[in-house]
């Protein structure tokens, strides 16, 4: 099994509001991701979580806020978001293997967040 | 700064045609490179790819890394209009955990 499933599938947001995406694994991955991805462009790195710690923060701006509540599950709080933030974010997971040179560390990503700010 | 650039960025070509897309990276010590193939969400793992050269095959797909160019390639024999979909190729940095994606190219197989 190498599903990330990712929550919701579509949400459409103002700036003013509060909103989380979630995400999950049951592949005991240790690394999660989080990407955004504008149309016709690759997947941006934002945040990467190892160990349910927070190690790669991509110079994010604050009203992206990660969290990583335990190894499976992996959240995103959105607050006053711009209309430039409508993307799709997609979360990933990996083994995560820093210190191991051969280790196969591959990411698999969920479906998908399609984010629209009004 | 690390760069990871797809040619071509987009391609069109017949049922049944060989095609051949291009990635290549500047990426200081590299640990591995990824192929990913994306229809319309999630991009779905092809391939990953280490210094050790060897050729991976996967059906119709096959990918190889030249280490002296800083390159890979992504091979389709025989296309089909199911391999439609844009493909992305990433390198991860040798800290770990750190994935950069290229450009990609944008494949299209017509009937």
């Known amino acids: 099994d190498t599903e990330v499933t990712q929550t919701p599938k579509h949400l459409v947001m103002g700036m003013t509001n509060k909103k989380s995406l979630k995400c999950e694994q049951h592949m005991g991955h240790r690394a999660m991701y989080w990407y955004k991805q504008k149309a016709k462009k690759p997947p941006e790195l934002m945040f990467v979580y190892s160990y349910e710690k927070l190690s790669i923060n991509e110079s994010v701006p604050s009203r992206f806020s990660p969290e990583c509540p335990n190894s499976s599950l992996l959240n995103l709080h959105l607050h006053a978001l711009q209309p430039e933030d409508s993307a799709l974010y997609l979360c990933?997971?990996?083994?995560?293997?820093?210190?191991?040179?051969?280790?196969?560390?591959?990411?698999?990503f969920g479906a998908g967040t399609r984010l629209s700010v009004l | 700064e690390d760069k990871v650039v797809q040619s071509p960025l987009s391609l069109v070509v017949h049922e049944g045609d060989t095609v051949t897309l291009n990635c290549s990276y500047e990426?200081?010590?590299?640990?591995?490179l990824l192929w990913y193939k994306q229809e319309k969400k999630a991009p779905t793992f092809l391939f990953m790819l280490?210094?050790?050269?060897i050729e991976k095959k996967s059906g119709r797909l096959s990918s190889i890394l030249d280490k002296k160019e800083l390159s890979s390639i992504l091979n389709i024999t025989a296309t089909q209009t199911g391999d439609s979909a844009i493909y992305l190729c990433?390198?991860?940095?040798?800290?770990?955990?750190?994935?950069?994606f290229g450009t990609g190219t944008s494949l299209t197989v017509i009937p």
């Open positions: 990433a390198v991860e940095r040798p800290t770990g955990n750190q994935f950069y």
């Open positions: 280490t210094s050790s050269g």
């Open positions: 990426v200081t010590n590299f640990r591995s």
């Open positions: 990933a997971s990996s083994q995560d293997a820093p210190d191991r040179a051969n280790a196969k560390n591959i990411q698999y």
